[in-house]
């Protein structure tokens, strides 16, 4: 089973909001990923979580906070958003196997719209 | 980071034609070169990757060409269908301190005509 989950699959927010994006994989993967994708746009890395040490893409602004819980489990937390950050938000998980990269599978996004 | 360059933007191709999509890279941290497919209002799924020890790499309908002289790799469709009609990405590999990054090309949509 090569499949990532993410939750919910849409989120409308207000920019005074705080939500929270979930995702989730059962592949035993040890690294787990946050993109942001704009219409007609490639994805883009936000952060980057491997045995629970993160690592920080420089143009991410405070109001995007990830949470690793345990290495099946990765969360997004949003608050004050602007409505530029109106996009799909990917999640993907890999192995570690730390010789050479491994494929990065992708859930299938939350399409969030802030007002 | 040096993103990859991708061409053509969109193409057009008749049913049972060859679609080719072209990359470009710099400089990488790794010989790691995936295509991922992206339908619409899906995530990225990975199609072929090439880890160049090899110089091309065939799975089905898709091959993979790499040119690491001239640090270019492509993808080739072959038998084209409707049903392949979806935005690819090439991507070339970062690392960071604590995992890879993929780079992404800006992407090709595909259209493949009945």
Redesign the interface.
């Known amino acids: 089973d090569t499949e990532v989950t993410q939750t919910p699959k849409h989120l409308v927010m207000g920019m005074t909001n705080k939500k929270s994006l979930k995702c989730e994989q059962h592949m035993g993967h040890r690294a787990m990923y946050w993109y942001k994708q704009k219409a007609k746009k490639p994805p883009e890395l936000m952060f980057v979580y491997s045995y629970e040490k993160l690592s920080i893409n420089e143009s991410v602004p405070s109001r995007f906070s990830p949470e690793c819980p345990n290495s099946s489990l990765l969360n997004l937390h949003l608050h004050a958003l602007q409505p530029e950050d109106s996009a799909l938000y990917l999640c993907a998980s890999s192995q570690v196997t730390g010789v050479s990269p491994d494929t990065q599978y992708f859930g299938p996004g939350t399409r969030l719209t802030v007002l | 980071q040096q993103q990859v360059k991708q061409s053509p933007q969109s193409l057009i191709v008749q049913k049972g034609g060859i679609s080719i999509i072209n990359c470009a890279y710099e400089n990488t941290a790794?010989d790691?070169f995936?295509w991922?497919q992206q339908f619409p209002?899906?995530?990225?799924?990975?199609l072929i990757?090439i880890?160049p020890d090899v110089s091309e790499k065939k799975e089905g309908r898709f091959t993979i060409s790499f040119n690491k002289s001239a640090k270019q790799f492509s993808l080739h469709i072959m038998d084209s269908q409707p049903g392949d009609s979806a935005t690819y990405?090439c991507a070339d590999?970062g690392s960071?301190?604590?995992?890879?990054?993929?780079n992404?090309?800006?992407?090709t949509?595909l259209l493949v005509t009945p």
């Open positions: 790794f790691y995936p991922y209002g899906k995530g990225p799924a990975l990757a880890r990405f590999v960071t301190n604590s995992g890879y990054a993929l992404f090309g800006k992407g949509s």
